[in-house]
Nanobody
Framework: VQLQASGGGLVQPGGSLTLSCVAP????????IGWFRQAPGKEREGVSC????????YYADSVKGRFTISKDDAKNTLYLQMNSLKPEDTAIYYC???????????????????????WGQGTLVTVSS
């Protein structure tokens, strides 16, 4: 099942961008869903997620206070509002579902339960002047 991510682009440092991810309704209803990113030469990073069990949003320390995740069930869409963007936010951003999305041993954990499950195609965010 493919998720459809969009909204990437070129933005100046300090600017804002909102990513969208359209997903089938059954995914939004039954799975934790969130965003990952991968910059050139770096490992994939879990950015943010919404837990299906309690609706709580979690954020990586690198984006906490700047990014906001939300979803609109009526539109079958997940969002990532990104403010105060920095050059180090430059990456391909992916939405994905069926995640571990929780605090474990006092650390925010965001990772896919099964790598072959639900992923979007990625959208490029470039933060540069």
């Amino acid at each position: 099942v493919q998720l459809q991510a969009s909204g990437g682009g070129l933005v100046q440092p300090g600017g804002s961008l909102t990513l969208s991810c359209v997903a089938p309704a059954f995914i939004l209803e039954h799975f934790s869903i969130g965003w990952f990113r991968q910059a050139p030469g770096k490992e994939r990073e879990g950015v943010s997620c919404i837990s299906v069990s309690d609706g709580i949003a979690y954020y990586a320390d690198s984006v906490k206070g700047r990014f906001t995740i939300s979803k609109d069930d009526a539109k079958n869409t997940l969002y990532l509002q990104m403010n105060s963007l920095k050059p180090e936010d430059t990456a391909i951003y992916y939405c994905a579902a069926d995640l571990v999305c929780a605090i474990i041993s006092e650390k925010v954990m965001i990772y896919p339960i099964n790598e072959n499950d639900y992923w979007g195609q990625g959208t490029l965010v470039t933060v540069s002047s």
